[in-house]
């Protein structure tokens, strides 16, 4: 009598359950931990408290427009160098303490112009610039 030979199936272990429990514990161990600040060095910060509210800065603006021409505080100068800008920036600011030049460019004025401010407010001794802007429509 010939017997047949069975093959019998190795058995395996299902990782899978193992693997949710870990992630379980996982997350129980993720929500649970406190995490507290590590200092190198033990040191006190000084109070600070709000002061009192500083004057806002004497503002000369500057027009550029497409076409080169400069506006001083609404004195229009027309196409000019370099060196009108400083004088009029220069007059506009005397007398003053806390002066900043505003850069009021158009969109489609050269960069060589706004440049030509720029220039013109270090060489008038106004350290402070800033650029005027349009708010976008629907903000």
């Known amino acids: ?10 058995p395996e272990i299902n ?17 649970t931990t406190t995490f507290s600040p ?4 033990q040191i006190r910060l000084p109070q600070a408290g709000q002061g009192p509210a500083k004057a806002a800065p004497f ?20 196409a000019v160098g370099v060196e009108p800008l400083v004088s009029h920036i220069r007059s506009e ?8 030049v505003v850069v009021a460019a158009d969109a ?7 440049m030509n401010v720029l220039d013109a ?4 001794g106004v350290p402070k610039l800033a650029f005027a802007a349009q708010q ?3 903000r």
């Open 38 to 41: 590590h200092t190198a060095l």
């Open 1 to 10: 009598m010939k017997f047949r030979i069975r093959h019998r199936e190795e």
């Open 93 to 100: 600011a005397q007398g003053h303490k806390d002066v900043q």
């Open 121 to 124: 407010a270090k060489r008038a």
């Open 59 to 78: 503002e000369i603006v500057v027009a550029v427009s497409p076409d080169g021409r400069y506006a001083v505080n609404g004195v229009t100068l027309g």
């Open 108 to 114: 489609l004025a050269p960069h060589q112009l706004v």
């Open 136 to 138: 976008e429509q629907g």
């Open 15 to 31: 990782l899978i359950p193992f693997i949710d429990v870990l992630l379980v514990v996982l997350i129980f161990l993720m929500l």
